[in-house]
């Protein structure tokens, strides 16, 4: 028989609470229970980085977390991002500079891009490849997307 | 890939913990930051009766520096020590190390005690302690007790930690004046374990000859490798490229073989090893130098 956990958490400004077995992982929670599909699922070992979003502020692998570590926590997914129709800076900045093709690895990068510019307005180059290269991408080459970091600086700057 | 079903327990201080460990006998798993063990459990190479998640002992988080240590408590983020400005400043090697292990995102949720109870021998952690001559700290249900980092490592992902203890912290000394360090790796990709990596640290008398001389290797062996040979040679000289090449050339010689796998062959690493000591030990000079 396999037991049950009853846990609740922040996701994107709302309160969620639901039972889950302690093996589900929290990208699979956040995906199958709460039908939060915007997280992608990728590698599912912590390497490719398409299933980041931030906990407690903090950028994540939520493919190699579990969905009871997260358990009272403030979590950001990529639906959280956008203000209604409106889209987030770094968005307008990904859409402007096409800095993705398929799209697969896009919301994780956001989500890291939105960590750091969140604990430094002026990061260095190193910071933003640092930050970049926790991810795999296999269209862009990073090249637009370091672009899209760039000009995502800027207009959090003139905001 | 997903997890095979666990129980999980969630225990507010250490001596629950340890309670909890010695009720399950060796079925127990700790869950520190979970980034090695959670890709175990999702590829299911783990099967525990029950996780034992430290997250929830809050005395377990903490870094202090003082009195020539960086202290750190074992369930502290390594993203967090690595940010800290006072690790940064006093002891610039610890964070340069840090900085290598893995990617941004892993060390946001990868505990410092994790990565040295876990004793991949891939990992920078491990090489750090043996190279600083770090000391840990255990509790049990007998007490605590503290383990020297030259005592710590047994083998692959093995510990002199006991399967009722719990690492609770580690103490990394800082570098004296006229001392010099550097870390060096190389991986096949950036975050990626190292095929082989070296921590180095040189120390000069006044005279400007070598006085001290730590080289640790890792991702070479089955622990972190001390090339005790290559420090020999070179305390008590004053350093020329002959001499550096001579002790990198020792280190490389003096390796058990080391892995062959998909991504180098145990020639490559070896090689490999004797190009990183050389490199490092370069670093440390004209760090040496200039401290």
Known sequence: MTSTRRIGMTVNGE?????????TTLVDFLRGTLGLTGTHVGCEHGVCGACTVLWNGKAVRSCIMLAVQADGAELKTVEGLARGATLHPIQQAFLEK????????TPGLMLSIDELLARTSAP????????????????TGYQAIVEAVHLAIEKLRTK | MKPPIFDYATPASVAEAIALLARYEGEAKLLSGGQSLVPLLNMRLARPAVLVDLARIA????VRVADGVVAIGAMTRQRTVELAPEVQERHPLLHAGLQLIAHPQNRNQGTIGGSLAHADPAAELPALAVALDASFEAAGPEGTRT???ADFFLTYLTTALAA???????????LPARTGWAIQEVARRHGDFALAGVVAVVGLALSGAISRARVVLYGVGATPVRAAAAERLLEGHVADAALLASASAQAAADLEEPLTDVHASAD????????????ALAEAMT???AA
């Not at chain 1, 309160?15 to 093996?23: G, L, M, Q």
């Not at chain 1, 993705?100 to 690895?105: K, P, S, V, Y």
């Not at chain 2, 490559?268 to 490199?279: K, Q, T």
């Open chain 2, 164 to 174: 009722t203890e719990i690492l609770t912290s580690v103490r990394f000394p800082m």
């Open chain 2, 147 to 149: 383990v020297a980092a």
């Open chain 1, 98 to 105: 096409r800095g993705l093709q398929c799209g697969f690895c």
């Open chain 2, 59 to 62: 005395a377990l988080d903490w």
């Open chain 1, 15 to 23: 309160r969620y609470e639901a039972d889950v077995e302690p093996r």
């Open chain 1, 124 to 139: 260095t180059d190193t910071e933003i490849t640092d930050t970049i290269g926790g991810h795999l991408c296999r269209c």
């Open chain 2, 268 to 279: 490559y690493r070896r090689d490999l090893a004797r190009v990183l000591v050389g490199r």
């Open chain 2, 287 to 289: 760090r040496a130098h």
